[in-house]
T-cell receptor
């Protein structure tokens, strides 16, 4: 159980275009989802916390207008990288906790999206 | 000082060896401890989840937490080439919302 599906797994786009990444909890509901960014051989960097039905909470240094987050339902959060530039190329991973569990239940991760901006 | 310290490695061991992976932390309020395994170009996969001090075993994996020393470990017995991956420790506080991750240790198990 607790499967998180992320799509697409890989995307290549041209500079200046926007890319949308979807994160779905397949067998549980998730009030909150988390978006991470990971650079090669580096650990996870929390970008933002996505809250169902309300605005996302962004970490310091993360541009809200660049990384748009929408959490429209208890099973779907989307991250849109707007006007992408080569420096946005990275591995983006979403995660979620089972809503019915406590805040301290472990995170379950999607398989990530590798974004390459040319 | 980082909240969680983890040696990035790489750690290279022969097949069948016992692997010891470790993390230290500075915040005594951490109560929940996790180990994730991440294969290249994949998302992290939860391996072990423990609360407070003590040991937890699951197959070839054993997680240990020593809160008095602020030190956690993951042991892998009879290591296999398929165990080659990056192992991330993670922890959180009671009632806390954020999970804090270590840098990850890259493990290579040679056949």
């Amino acid at each position: 159980g607790a499967v998180v599906s992320q799509h697409p797994s890989r995307v290549i786009c041209k500079s200046g275009t926007s890319v949308k990444i979807e994160c779905r909890s397949l067998d549980f509901q998730a009030t909150t989802m988390f978006w991470y960014r990971q650079f090669p051989k580096k650990s996870l960097m929390l970008m933002a916390t996505s809250n169902e039905g309300s605005k996302a909470t962004y970490e310091q240094g993360v541009e809200k207008d660049k990384f748009l987050i929408n959490h429209a339902s208890l099973t779907l959060s989307t991250l849109t990288v707007t006007s992408a530039h080569p420096e946005d190329s990275s591995f983006y991973i979403c995660s979620a906790r089972v809503t019915e569990s406590s805040y301290n239940s472990p995170l379950h991760f999607g398989n990530g999206t590798r974004l390459t901006v040319t | 000082q980082k909240e969680v310290e983890q040696d990035p490695g790489p750690l290279s061991v022969p097949e069948g060896a016992i692997v010891s992976l470790n993390c230290t932390y500075s915040n005594s309020a951490f109560q929940y401890f996790m180990w994730y395994r991440q294969y290249s170009r994949k998302g992290p996969e939860l391996l072990m989840y423990t609360y407070s001090s003590g040991n937890k075993e699951d197959g070839r994996f054993t997680a240990q937490v020593d809160k008095s020393s602020k030190y956690i470990s993951l042991f892998i017995r009879d290591s296999q080439p398929s165990d080659s991956a990056t192992y991330l420790c993670a922890m959180s506080r009671t009632g806390g919302f954020k999970t804090i991750f270590g840098a990850g240790t890259r493990l290579f198990v040679k056949a």
